[in-house]
């Protein structure tokens, strides 16, 4: 019972949808299709879920001719106001679902809406998957893609890099296709933050279907800073999870197998354990101050466990498994992979002296560079570096960003553009070298500015 538990709890830690409004909560839920209808524009809450590729582009040409502002809207699964629009959205709720697949290049090919889960889906139907997952499959594909999503392997780029053709509808209602060879614009639209246009349709480079075999030791956290670079080599996928109040680290080394699945809990079990962690962290998050402790505890006892070992398909490998609602905030910062340890201690150092609250876990993961502008891998390999919040208030979650940011930035550190997020235009400048050809593209895909909102006007000076 005890190691079910921590095995469950071992890959639950944490992570919750923060819903950044009611309008995402809105779209889950399949929001209602008026774009016929002029008035529409007058009401600023209304999110629009079209369901043709005609319809997105009517309401585009309409939101431009009125004067309109438009924020596109995957599923809301990010921690910042990206997708926040004071005026309308298009949501691509209702724009989802498989389009083609390619066995012969093992390319998949779906609308902008669908979510990780279900591309998971139409993969593994026809003996195929996704090389890399972030943590959680409920993201669409078009916001995944958007802000840089990753999963964790020093050899492997976030999910924007596996894109072969890519389809938006501009801001004057334009449909672009973008294949790799079209290579300026490919590498401003591979991470656009949804400026450059709506992502309508993506194909994807897949792999044929795979087995993964998953490894868990605990080490000590200077065991992780000292040799990181070494257990990042020993195998495909690598992520630590830091526990820095018992100073332990948590490595998941991850290998193809031929192996069938084993070793997954027993599912009616699982599903009451998994309420039970969720119950704990409902509580460290109503009493953050009891977080510190909690995750102690909760790392020691996982810590005297023997090195869990399991056999999955990768899909169930790749992100957490039993994904819970929990309430947390996360910053994540990308630093250039050879500054990982330095990054790290100097976090852990300023926490210690200034008492900066940080009360849950730092997962650190790694990818591969890329040659998209607007990327956190832009031009290098990274370790990012996610510090977790247990339910802070604005205050606590503006200081710990601030702070932490300011550490990184000596190393060049770019935040998670799905995250908690502040910079000011010079700041992305200096951390995206081709920041300003990114907004002469925009500009001229976007005349109107019709995507703009305060965020990105703030950070970006779009
Ligand atoms: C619990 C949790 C776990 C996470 N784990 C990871 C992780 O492991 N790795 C990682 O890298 N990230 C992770 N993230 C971040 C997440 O992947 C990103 O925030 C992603 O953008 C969310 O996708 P979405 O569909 O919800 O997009 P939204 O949050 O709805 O939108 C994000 C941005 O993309 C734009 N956008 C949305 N759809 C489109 C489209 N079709 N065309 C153009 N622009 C569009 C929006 O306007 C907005 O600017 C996690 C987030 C959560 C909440
Ligand atoms: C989230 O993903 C899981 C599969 O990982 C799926 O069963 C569930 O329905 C999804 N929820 C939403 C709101 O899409
Ligand atoms: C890119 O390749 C496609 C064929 O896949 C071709 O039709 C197109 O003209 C090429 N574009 C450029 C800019 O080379
Ligand atoms: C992955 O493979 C490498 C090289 O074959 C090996 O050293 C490493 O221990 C493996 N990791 C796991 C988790 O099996």
Not at 102 to 109: A, E, M, V, Y
Not at 145 to 159: D, E, V
Not at 351 to 360: G, W
Not at 424 to 451: G, H, M, N, Q, T
Request: aromatic share 12%; proline share 5%; glycine share 6%.
């Amino acid at each position: 019972m005890l190691s079910c538990f921590l095995w469950i709890f071992s890959f639950t830690i944490s992570f919750t949808a923060y819903s950044i409004s009611q309008m995402s909560q809105h779209a889950a839920n399949g929001p209602p299709i008026t774009n016929t209808d002029d008035a529409i524009f007058y009401d600023p809450e209304r999110v629009f879920a079209p369901s043709s590729l005609d319809d997105i582009r009517g309401l585009i040409h309409k939101a431009r001719k009125n004067g309109h502002k438009v924020r596109p809207l995957g599923s809301g699964h990010s921690w910042n106001t990206m997708a926040v629009s004071d005026d309308i959205y298009i949501s691509l709720y209702n724009y989802r679902g498989l389009v083609n697949v390619d066995t012969d290049r093992k390319q998949i090919t779906v609308r902008g809406g669908t979510r990780l889960w279900e591309l998971n889906r139409y993969a593994s139907k026809y003996g195929l998957a996704m090389t890399i997952l972030p943590s959680i499959t409920n993201q669409t594909i078009g916001g995944a893609i958007a802000t840089g999503t990753h999963g964790s392997g020093i050899k492997y780029g976030s999910l924007s890099s596996f894109v072969v053709e890519l389809e938006l509808i501009t801001g004057t209602g334009k449909i672009l296709t973008l294949k790799r060879n079209d290579t300026r614009l490919f590498d401003a639209a591979g991470v656009s933050l949804g400026l450059l246009g709506i992502i309508t349709k993506v194909t994807l480079q897949c792999e044929e279907a795979f087995n993964l075999l998953e490894v868990r030791h605990t080490y000590s956290l200077q065991h992780c800073l000292d040799q990181y670079k070494d257990i990042v080599g020993s195998s495909q996928y690598v992520k630590f999870w830091i526990e820095f109040n018992s100073k332990a680290c948590a490595v998941y080394t991850v290998n193809r197998t031929t192996e069938e699945p084993r070793n997954r809990p027993p599912q009616p079990l699982s599903d009451i354990l998994t309420v039970i962690l969720e119950l704990f962290q409902l509580f460290f998050s109503v009493f953050p101050s009891t977080a510190n402790t909690g995750m102690k505890l909760l790392f020691k006892y996982a810590d005297v466990l023997p090195n869990q070992i399991r056999t999955d398909y990768s899909f169930n490998v790749l992100p957490i498994p039993n994904y819970i609602d929990e309430y947390h905030t996360e910053a994540e910062f990308a630093v250039p992979y050879d500054d990982c340890s330095r990054a790290i201690s100097d976090v852990l150092r300023v926490k210690d002296e200034h008492n900066i609250p940080l009360n849950h876990i730092i997962e650190v993961r790694f990818v591969k560079g890329d040659s998209f502008w607007l990327s956190n891998e832009y031009q290098r390999d990274n370790c990012h570096v996610t510090l977790l919040l247990h339910n802070p208030s604005d205050y606590y979650t503006r200081l710990y960003f601030n702070t932490y940011y300011q550490i990184v930035l000596k190393y060049g550190g770019r935040p998670h553009w799905g995250k908690v997020l502040a910079m000011s235009p010079d700041e992305a400048r200096r951390l995206y070298p081709k920041l300003d050809e990114f907004i002469e593209v925009y500009r001229k895909l976007d005349p109107d500015r019709i995507f703009a909102n305060d965020l990105l006007e703030s950070i970006l000076g779009v």
